[in-house]
């Protein structure tokens, strides 16, 4: 007995929820009572945001979308597949004109037989003026170039660039900033960069708003190697100047300079002239200016150097020279020296020319190919010296008057 009761009672409840079902569908669909639902985070459509910014260069401020919640009223079956995506929610700013903050109405557009009975919240928007602002561009090097290198001034191109945006945004806006690492410049740098725009400060602008008009600027680095060079004068020593009683004095030793890598990197020294010390006596000074090859520069320095030189333990004096030869005489011709004597200018040690005696230096006219006239005629003459003093220095172009016949028979001077 209790399992028959058992298994019919389970039968009652599969008939009583078949009976609810049928209920629950006949009031449903043939009724349709009437029903609310309501929808969050509607989105919101602003009209004419194209007319406010070209007309009148205004610009909702905030990129946060604008939504609402809408309560609607209708039957059940229109409401059923009804979802947030099937409203239209439109705002329109076509009346808008100036900056300011303004509440707006808004048109919520719903599948017929559906009334809107409740929205919120009202919808208000900040209008601001929308400016395009011309920017000067810097460049910074960030981080320390590698040892021996620098960097010239960069090179822009445009050297301002254009951003728009919102005014209270923008307003603080001041220039546009390019880095370039340190690492980078290795050689000349050329490329196409990003700039961030800075406030007086040296702060970046954050400004939602603003777009790029001027999206990159090019920005050239010439890089440049620097390094000290020594300078140096090339002598020519004679006649008794030697490398060991010569002074050379430069008004500086070394100079700065920078330029092309390898240039410079090839430059070990600057070789300012030659100066042959043998072909003048007495102290001497200059003026040299410093020459650089193509594509080097000096770097904030003189570019002309002072060159002296002087000697130590050198002295030049003139002698008296009585020892007159002539050599090489042509046949047929008496010829003899009218010259008695001539001054020599001799450089050497100041004991070298208390040292000297008669015979040491000698006066020697060579009449090889020379055309010879009857009587008096000055003729080229050198100064010869003898083996004990060779190392002197001798100075200055001499010349004797001979005298002289031509014979006609075996006649000869005495």
Same mark, same amino acid.
């Given at each position: 007995?209790?399992? $028959?009761?058992?298994?019919?009672?389970?039968?009652?409840?599969? &008939?009583?929820?078949?009976?609810?079902?049928?209920l629950w569908f006949y009031v449903i669909y043939q009724e349709n009572p009437e029903k609310t639902v309501s929808f969050?985070?509607?989105?919101?459509?602003?009209?004419?945001?194209?007319?406010?910014?070209?007309?009148?260069?205004?610009?909702?401020?905030?990129?946060?979308?604008? %939504?609402?919640?809408?309560?609607?009223?209708?039957?059940?079956?229109?409401?059923?597949?009804?979802?947030?995506?099937?409203?239209?929610? &439109?705002? *329109?700013?076509?009346?808008?004109?100036e900056p300011g903050t303004y509440t707006l109405s808004y048109d919520i557009a719903a599948v017929d037989g559906v009334?809107?009975?409740?929205?919120?919240?009202?919808?208000?928007?900040?209008?601001?003026?929308?400016? %395009?602002?011309?920017?000067?561009?810097?460049?910074?090097?960030?981080? %320390?170039?590698?040892?021996?290198?620098?960097?010239?001034?960069?090179?822009?191109?445009?050297? &301002?660039?254009?951003?728009?945006?919102?005014?209270?945004?923008?307003?603080?806006?001041?220039?546009?900033?390019?880095?370039?690492?340190?690492?980078?410049?290795?050689?000349?740098?050329?490329?196409?960069?990003?700039?961030?725009?800075?406030?007086?400060?040296?702060?970046?602008?954050?400004?939602?708003?603003?777009?790029?008009?001027?999206?990159?600027?090019?920005?050239?680095?010439?890089?440049?190697?620097?390094? &000290?060079?020594?300078?140096?004068?090339?002598?020519?020593?004679?006649?008794?100047?030697?490398? *060991?009683?010569?002074v050379v004095s430069l008004s500086q030793d070394s100079v700065t300079v920078y330029g092309d890598i390898d240039t410079?990197?090839?430059?070990?020294?600057?070789?300012?002239?030659?100066?042959?010390?043998?072909?003048?006596?007495?102290?001497?000074?200059?003026?040299?200016?410093?020459?650089?090859?193509?594509?080097? $520069?000096?770097?904030?320095?003189?570019?002309?150097?002072?060159?002296?030189?002087?000697?130590?333990?050198?002295?030049?004096?003139?002698?008296?020279?009585?020892?007159?030869?002539?050599?090489?005489?042509?046949?047929?011709?008496?010829?003899?020296?009218?010259?008695?004597?001539?001054?020599? %200018?001799?450089?050497?040690?100041?004991?070298?020319?208390?040292?000297?005696?008669?015979?040491?230096?000698?006066?020697?006219?060579?009449?090889?190919?020379?055309?010879?006239?009857?009587?008096?005629?000055?003729?080229?003459?050198?100064?010869?010296?003898?083996?004990?003093?060779?190392?002197?220095?001798?100075?200055?172009?001499?010349?004797?008057?001979?005298?002289?016949?031509?014979?006609?028979?075996?006649?000869?001077?005495?």
């Amino acid at each position: 007995m209790r399992a $028959w009761m058992k298994k019919h009672h389970v039968i009652m409840r599969l &008939t009583s929820l078949l009976i609810a079902m049928f209920l629950w569908f006949y009031v449903i669909y043939q009724e349709n009572p009437e029903k609310t639902v309501s929808f969050s985070d509607v989105p919101v459509r602003l009209l004419n945001e194209e007319t406010l910014k070209n007309r009148y260069s205004l610009r909702v401020v905030g990129e946060d979308e604008i %939504t609402v919640t809408v309560k609607l009223s209708g039957t059940f079956s229109r409401l059923e597949n009804l979802s947030a995506s099937d409203l239209r929610v &439109t705002a *329109d700013l076509g009346k808008i004109t100036e900056p300011g903050t303004y509440t707006l109405s808004y048109d919520i557009a719903a599948v017929d037989g559906v009334t809107v009975v409740e929205r919120s919240p009202d919808i208000t928007v900040v209008v601001d003026e929308q400016i %395009t602002l011309e920017l000067p561009v810097n460049v910074s090097i960030s981080g %320390t170039l590698s040892d021996g290198l620098v960097a010239d001034l960069a090179i822009v191109d445009p050297v &301002t660039v254009r951003v728009s945006g919102l005014r209270a945004e923008l307003s603080g806006a001041a220039s546009a900033q390019v880095t370039v690492s340190a690492s980078e410049l290795t050689g000349s740098f050329s490329s196409d960069m990003a700039y961030v725009v800075l406030d007086e400060t040296g702060k970046p602008v954050q400004a939602e708003s603003m777009e790029y008009i001027d999206e990159t600027v090019h920005v050239e680095i010439p890089v440049y190697r620097e390094r &000290t060079v020594p300078l140096r004068m090339d002598i020519v020593y004679g006649n008794a100047a030697t490398e *060991d009683n010569t002074v050379v004095s430069l008004s500086q030793d070394s100079v700065t300079v920078y330029g092309d890598i390898d240039t410079v990197d090839a430059l070990n020294e600057i070789v300012l002239d030659t100066v042959d010390v043998s072909s003048f006596t007495g102290e001497y000074h200059s003026e040299y200016p410093i020459k650089l090859p193509d594509g080097v $520069w000096l770097r904030g320095e003189e570019d002309t150097v002072s060159v002296d030189i002087t000697y130590t333990n050198l002295e030049t004096r003139q002698v008296v020279v009585t020892d007159i030869r002539i050599v090489n005489i042509p046949l047929r011709y008496n010829v003899k020296a009218d010259t008695a004597e001539v001054y020599v %200018t001799v450089r050497g040690t100041p004991e070298q020319l208390d040292a000297l005696v008669s015979g040491d230096i000698a006066v020697q006219a060579d009449l090889t190919d020379l055309t010879l006239i009857n009587g008096m005629q000055k003729v080229p003459a050198e100064v010869v010296l003898g083996e004990n003093v060779s190392d002197l220095g001798i100075f200055g172009d001499y010349s004797i008057v001979i005298y002289s016949e031509k014979l006609s028979g075996t006649m000869l001077f005495n």
